[in-house]
């Protein structure tokens, strides 16, 4: 029985006069009478008694209302909470961010984000595992760096480019490498297995493999050991922007380009009918790593726009 015959049934059942019914469910008197025959004939009941003149509902139509009514109510309940869901920013938002991230951005961020929005719930995963958002149940992944092609959207929240820093302690004692081969004599602080680092200058790349004493999966733990004047780092400016800020790090071979289409990801499985919550989670992380972005010492090259082969999605109300 579908809903729509439940429908049907119930107007009749409430006029006692097919016409009626059928002039406020917009339908033909005929194919009101054809459902309720298809209804009558797959349940073997006889829901209405007919005469020339009146229609009449049985017992057994009676008993078939009672529950017709409340599944009726049901739906029509349903469709009004999703409604207002859709106009309002509410709801729980299942989302996952680099730990890399965590502590700087992503935890802060979520706290002004839930004082902002007292409707939205937050579930969140930190972990710099790229998960894979529609088997894990995830409505959004912020992700850093380049993109690898995807079916997934993916929207720019923010470029972020990558530098090579060192501390100033770090600097006095062991000098300041004037090309990117010069890193091959300092003691680099490698992010997993990323010891091949790759820049970029007029055109021409060059591949420097880089050693050190402290390889690590954890990039808060190399950006610490950068600023205690451990090594050499190669790092994004966001996770970084607070000790260039500050002036715990500074910035080396300004001349060159360390990494292509790097920036802040926000990754989501379909751009069709994006719910608010969303949305407005989106747009709040965008400001606020535009705004983390715009802190970047002024005389510091800013990032021309990123390419993907991700699908990129500029989302509009």
């Given amino acids: 029985m579908e809903i729509h015959e439940m429908r049907v049934f119930a107007k009749v059942a409430s006029h006692q006069n097919i016409s009626a019914a059928a002039a406020e469910l917009n339908m033909t008197p005929g194919n009101v009478s054809k459902r309720i025959l298809a209804l009558e004939s797959s349940l073997g009941v006889r829901l209405f008694d007919r005469s020339t003149r009146i229609i009449r509902i ?111 302690d770090y600097l006095a004692e062991y ?48 950006l610490d050991a950068a600023v205690a004047g451990l090594g050499i780092i190669r790092t994004s400016q966001i996770k970084a922007h607070k000790d260039i800020q500050a002036g715990h790090l500074v910035r080396l071979l300004a001349d060159y380009d360390v990494a292509e289409n790097s920036a802040i990801w926000a990754i989501f499985p379909s751009s069709r009918h994006v719910p608010l919550k969303l949305r407005v989670f989106l747009d709040f992380f965008a400001q606020r790593f535009q705004s983390v972005r715009s802190a970047t010492p002024p005389n510091w090259p800013q990032d021309s726009q990123a390419k993907t082969g991700a699908s990129i999605l500029e989302l509009h109300d």
Wanted: glycine fraction near 6%; hydrophobic fraction near 40%.
């Fill in 58 to 168: 049985t017992e057994e139509g009676r008993i078939l209302l009672g529950y017709a009514e409340r599944v009726l109510n049901d739906v029509e309940e349903a469709c009004a909470a999703v409604t207002l869901n859709s106009s309002t920013a509410r709801g729980l938002l299942r989302v996952t961010a680099p730990a890399a991230l965590s502590v700087r951005h992503i935890k802060p961020g979520i706290c002004k984000f839930l004082k902002q929005y007292p409707e939205i719930r937050i579930s969140l995963s930190l972990t710099d595992r790229i998960v894979d958002l529609i088997d894990e149940g995830f409505d959004v992944a912020i992700r850093t760096g380049s993109l690898q092609d995807s079916q997934l959207i993916a929207k720019r929240l923010a470029p972020d480019r990558y530098f090579i820093l060192a501390s100033p």
């Fill in 175 to 222: 000098g300041i490498p004037a090309t990117p081969k010069d890193l091959t004599d300092h003691n680099c602080l490698i992010l997993g297995e990323h010891s091949n680092w790759i820049f970029t200058k007029g055109g021409d790349h060059l591949s420097v493999r880089v050693s050190g004493k402290l390889v690590s999966n954890s990039a808060e733990m190399l």
